[in-house]
Antibody
Framework: QVTLKESGPALVKPTQTLTLTCTFS??????????VNWIRQPPGKALEWLAR???????FYSTSLRTRLTISKDTSKNQVVLTMTNMDPVDTATYYC????????????WGQGTLVTVSS | DIVMTQSPDSLAVSLGERATINCKSS????????????LAWYQQKPGQPPKLLIY???RRESGVPDRFSGSGSGTDFTLTISSLQAEDVAVYYC?????????FGQGTKLEIK
């Protein structure tokens, strides 16, 4: 059974760095073709893809946010970590992690998301 | 980057009637090498993460009712719900996965008339 779960602070102050962890089970990021993504959604707004990390440690980022994002993995812990620097109130959103399985290119499993509010 | 634009932004349809949502990409998401359109549709209900409905523009994900269908190629795509059910009330998103950065449409909110 595939599951993903996001964790991290619910509240961060402007200019701080956000660190989010996606802990997953039911698959391995050591498996050829497996990928994990971060996607966010401001309240009442659309989905925005942020970053992807692949089984071979290739990394891909949103064009507009790439200077602020870092994605990494710890395969021994089944975790993917996203850091976002210089947080701003416009970064208030629900942050999701989602899997792209081997042999596919779409997000088949998503976590429930974690709401991050940026406020002083 | 590929920009995805959906229409309409919101839609109200009577139960049992057809609902049609359109999606347009700023550049083609059709790969000539395999003749596949890298376009997916997701359904999102309040308080839930998105759920994959359609991929390769027209292939239904396992377990998705056959009243949901996708069509289109290149830059223009359509999601059709043939006979709207109450449980289909949701926001629908198209997404291109032809290239990173991946991108979603702005969403279409579907309600019951």
């Amino acid at each position: 059974q595939v599951t993903l779960k996001e964790s991290g602070p619910a509240l961060v102050k402007p200019t701080q760095t956000l660190t989010l962890t996606c802990t997953f089970s039911g698959f391995s990021l050591n498996t050829n073709g497996m990928r994990v993504n971060w996607i966010r959604q401001p309240p009442g707004k659309a989905l925005e893809w942020l970053a992807r990390i692949d089984w071979d440690n290739d990394k891909f980022y949103s064009t507009s946010l790439r200077t602020r994002l870092t994605i990494s993995k710890d395969t021994s812990k089944n975790q993917v970590v996203l850091t976002m620097t210089n947080m701003d109130p416009v970064d208030t959103a629900t942050y999701y992690c989602a899997r792209i399985p081997t042999g596919s290119d779409v997000f088949d499993y998503w976590g429930q998301g974690t709401l991050v509010t940026v406020s002083s | 980057d590929i920009v995805m634009t959906q229409s309409p932004d919101s839609l109200a349809v009577s139960l049992g009637e057809r609902a049609t949502i359109n999606c347009k990409s700023s550049q083609s998401v059709l790969y000539s090498s395999n003749n596949k359109n890298y376009l997916a549709w997701y359904q999102q209900k309040p308080g839930q993460p998105p759920k994959l409905l359609i991929y390769w523009a027209s292939r239904r994900e396992s377990g998705v009712p056959d009243r949901f269908s996708g069509s289109g190629s290149g830059t223009d795509f359509t999601l059709t719900i043939s006979s709207l059910q109450a449980e289909d009330v949701a926001v629908y998103y198209c997404q291109q996965y032809a290239s990173t950065p991946y991108s979603f449409g702005q969403g279409t909110k579907l309600e019951i008339k």
